[in-house]
Each structure stands twice: as structure tokens, then as C-alpha cells.
């Protein structure tokens, strides 16, 4: 019994490094969580966390931040050690990660590249910020000063829900010629 758990364990860790090394890109912690509990790869949070603190511990994942965010991605040692050890990885459950998880590369992208966010700047002012970004590569970026949290969230609610059409639309306006108007 005690062999059968260790194996477990292992074979969870190697799961996670398994899902860190496909992705093309880092994670945050819930989005690894969301993936790995949705699609019953373990058996519940506390567990992913377990062993997602393990592998920073010993050095096969690391912890980087960006914009306010902590994103986890695998190190090389940890790509050696998955590589080695990749064959107790059942087959069938590789290729049902790699399924589930272009099913869910889609939502990660929109999520990474379309950004709003905003902060308080004062009693009465509120600072948004909103941005495209492909490939590390700042595409758009665009600060506004609005007067309450209601505008502010709004504001930024409607951008990550349809960046598109404002982005068509901001740009149509700010390349129109005089004569066209």
C-alpha cells in the first residue's frame, strides 16, 4: 500500500510538470488548480498545492510575477527530471491533458493578452488601463481617468468581454481623416 502511494504522489508531481511543460506559456496557481481539479486529475486543492509548493522547494517549477501576478513555469531540472521519468505517465492520460488542455488554450490566450485593470488614484479618481498583448509585444495600451469605481469597473467588464469591437472602433476614430468627417 505504501509503495502504491508514493507511486501516486510521484506520479501527481510529474502530472503537474507534465502540464507546465505543454503549456506555452506560465500559469497562475488557479488556473493550474481550475485545469488539473475540473478534468479530476487529484483528488482535491489541497493536495494540488501540496505538491505544487514541493516542486518550487526542490527547484522543478518556479515562481515568476508579472503585473501583480505570480505565474508558475518548469525549469529546466524540471524538464530533465519529467523527460526522465515521463514513461510513469500513463500514455492514455497524456493524450487526454494534451486534449483538454487546447480545449482550454484558447480561453488562457484571451485572458493573457486582453488586460484591464484599474486602481484608486484618489477620492475621486480612478486610473484604468487597458491593453493587447501578443507575445510578450504591447500591441495597445491605453489610460483613462474616470471619476467613480462604477465607471471603472464597467469600464473594464465591457473591454474583457469585447475587446474587438472597441479596439476597431478606437482605432476607426483615431485614423479618420478630415475629409471623411
Not at 108 to 126: A, C, F, L
Request: aromatic share 12%; charged share 25%.
Amino acid at each position: 500500500m505504501f509503495v502504491e502511494n508514493t507511486k501516486e504522489l510521484a506520479q501527481h508531481k510529474l502530472l503537474l510538470l507534465y502540464i507546465l511543460d505543454i503549456v506555452e506559456f506560465p500559469m497562475t496557481n488557479s488556473e493550474i488548480t481550475q485545469f488539473v481539479l475540473e478534468n479530476n486529475y487529484m483528488v482535491n486543492y489541497f493536495m494540488v498545492q501540496q505538491f505544487l509548493s514541493e516542486l518550487v522547494s526542490s527547484k522543478f517549477i518556479e515562481i515568476t510575477t508579472k503585473d501583480g501576478s505570480e505565474y508558475y513555469h518548469i525549469t529546466e531540472q524540471g524538464k530533465n527530471t519529467l523527460n526522465y521519468f515521463i514513461d510513469r505517465i500513463p500514455e492514455k492520460i497524456k493524450l487526454e491533458i494534451d486534449n483538454n488542455y487546447k480545449k482550454k488554450k484558447e480561453e488562457m490566450i484571451k485572458k493573457t493578452q486582453i488586460i484591464g485593470n484599474y486602481y484608486k488614484k484618489n477620492d475621486s479618481e480612478y486610473i484604468v488601463n487597458l491593453k493587447v498583448i501578443e507575445k510578450d509585444i504591447t500591441l495597445f495600451n491605453m489610460s483613462l481617468n474616470v471619476v467613480s469605481n462604477k465607471q471603472a469597473k464597467l469600464i473594464c467588464n465591457n473591454w474583457k468581454e469585447n475587446p474587438q469591437e472597441i479596439y476597431k472602433k478606437i482605432l476607426d476614430l483615431l485614423i479618420v481623416t478630415k475629409s471623411s468627417i
